[in-house]
Every structure is written in C-alpha cells, then in structure tokens.
C-alpha cells in the first residue's frame, strides 16, 4: 500500500474530544471523512472544516444497524473512537454502556468487512491492564481489566483479532490518558482538570498523589490515528500498541500546572482509596514503527492557559458540556422524558 493512497473513512465518535482534533487533520492529509456520531455536543466541534466538501456528518447511534450499514458504503478505512468513554459516565447507566462499547462493536466490524473497508483501526485504553506492580507495562501482559468499561475495551480487542483476515487489516491501540485542548473540550481529564482549577480558583486538590498515570497530548494521538493510514498494511495488521508518553505522578502533574500557572496557585493534598498507579511503556510502537510523542504535558497546559485567557471556554467550571458525566446525565434525564 502506498504511502500516498487517500482513504475514505469513517470516524465514529468523531465530533468528540479526539475526533474533533483528528477530523481536521484526516481532511488536510487529502482523506475523504466521514463522521459518525450522536452529536450530544453538537457540531459546534467541527465548525472549521463544515464546509470541506470531503466531509458528511452521519448523526446516528452506533447501535442503529441501519444507519451504520449506509454510512459505511464506500468506506475503506474506520477509526473506531466512539464509546462511553469514562468509568463515571459508564456507570451511570451501564446497560447503555454496554450496548455501545460492547454490544455494537462485533456489527461495525462486519459491516464494514462487508462493505470492503481495509483498514480497521480500534481505539482501546490503557486501563486493560488494571492496576500493576511491574515497572514498566508492556502489551505482553497479561489484562487485568478492573471495571466493566475497560472489560468491554479488552473484550472488543479479542473479537477484533478473531475477525482480522486477508484484507481487512486491523490494529489496536491503547492510548494513555489524553491532555490539552479541543473544540469539544474534556475537562474531566485530569492534566485539563487541574489546569481548569489552577487558572480559576487559583487552588488544586490532589487526592493521594504517589499514584502514576500515562498522559499522550492530544495532538501525539491525533497524529498518530492519522499515521495509522500510511503504514504498510504488514507492518501493523494484526497488531497491538500503548501510546502513551510521560508517566507522572499526580502530584508531579500539579506540580507541572502550577509552574506554567502561577506560583501563587495553592496546592492541597487529600487522602483517597484510589491509588491505583501504573507505568505504560510505548517502547514497543517506537522500536517497531518508529512513532514516538513530540508534545510534552505542559505544552497541553499552555494550550489550555491560552484558550482560557481568549474566552474560547466560557464558564469553564460549570457548563455540562466539559464534563462527560453531566452531560450524560442531562442526556438520560431526557431520554426519561421522552419514555
């Protein structure tokens, strides 16, 4: 496959936090897109490319077999980002959870065999591992999946790896804990959440501290999903990577935000149970396939300082539509309503 070959693709999730960054980029890289979302946060995410003629936007449930079964013809490559993407927000109603993660994966991925995609690239997350005592996690151990959001995330890995065949390249990725700013904005992440309260309140609380997470910019991931369609097909069919970069204790990421904040932001440390703390290695993607990050995290706070201070988050510590949980919440109240 050639480096030069354009794809169409199909982005689930693609008005979310990553898609809203990736999209864009898919476009410049010569792609036709298409989009595939609910659109629970508007279109408002893809304002600057709505009128790229490459671009459609699919509104539409990933559990609406139909819609998806249309919006695949002609597609030869999905990036599959869409999901209840947090534990939180999964447990709100995890039937929906579910029947989105788990239930409507195994239908996408015939479907677009079906419609002759090529290429099928999978957003899993670095929490299949659970909690963990080595020194560095690899892709060689064994998952440990701790709550029903990263079971369904290991269990789509297997039925993806089971439905790879001659021609329908498939690889995995388990990307760390995204960072920085987005049209769709997160700020229930927790590089952006600390950064939100250090500029606003002046004050950050850090609940334990020790604990080591895994944080990728969203600009590393964003390329990265794009990079996915140069490869050669067998260099990555069939394969499965951490993306991931620094790995920083909670308390070092505070520490980092109140540098690039300000040295009057106040620092509280608080006790918790959830000390659950690993190190990803990305060892494995950067020796086979040369990627590695370029972003660091305090670039993902600067990004943020500057879209704070331009006005571009308005009510930034209240308004649901930062917040997956609330919005979710509002979103299940109406549903309510409706029934």
């Not at 629970?40 to 077999?65: H, I, Q």
């Not at 329908?168 to 960072?179: D, E, I, K, N, Y």
Request: glycine share 6%.
């Amino acid at each position: 496959m050639s480096e030069s070959e354009k794809f169409t693709v199909l982005v689930t999730g693609g008005a979310g936090y990553v898609g809203a960054v990736l999209v864009p980029k898919l476009l410049a890289e010569g792609h036709a897109v298409r989009v595939f979302d609910t659109c629970y946060f508007g279109r408002e995410p893809l304002a600057a490319v709505r009128n790229n003629p490459n671009l459609s936007v699919v509104k539409a449930d990933l559990r609406d077999k139909h819609a998806l079964d249309k919006a695949l013809v002609g597609c030869t490559a999905v990036i599959h980002l869409a999901c209840i993407s947090n534990d939180p927000s999964f447990e709100l109603d995890p039937t929906l959870g579910k029947s989105i993660n788990y239930d409507a994966f195994l239908p996408l991925v015939k479907l677009s065999k079906k419609h002759g995609v090529k290429r099928f690239v999978y957003a899993s997350s670095s929490s299949v591992y659970g909690v963990r005592d080595e020194e560095n996690v690899t892709e060689e151990l064994e998952l440990r999946p701790l709550t029903d959001y990263s079971k369904f995330k290991a269990m789509c890995e297997d039925v993806l790896q089971k439905e790879s065949e001659p021609g329908f390249t498939t690889l995995t990725l388990r990307p760390a804990t995204v960072c920085g700013y987005s049209p769709r904005l997160r700020l229930d992440l927790s590089v952006n959440i600390l950064t939100n309260l250090a500029y606003h309140k002046r004050e950050i609380t850090v609940f334990g501290g020790s604990q080591r997470r895994p944080n990728l910019h969203i600009q590393d991931m964003t390329d990265l999903y794009v990079q996915t369609l140069r490869w050669p097909s067998e260099k990555i069919d069939r394969k499965i990577y951490n993306a991931g970069w620094q790995n920083l204790s909670i308390s070092a990421i505070a520490d980092l935000v109140k540098a690039e904040v300000g040295e009057d932001v106040k620092i509280v440390t608080s006790p918790t149970d959830d000390l659950r703390s690993y190190h990803v290695s990305s060892e494995k993607i950067r020796r086979e396939l040369g990627w590695a990050p370029r972003y660091t995290v305090p670039d993902a706070v600067r990004e943020l300082l500057v879209a704070f201070t331009a006005g571009k988050v308005p009510n930034s510590l209240s308004d649901p539509r930062y917040f997956n949980i609330k919005t979710m919440n509002a979103h299940l109240a109406k549903q309510k309503q409706v029934a």
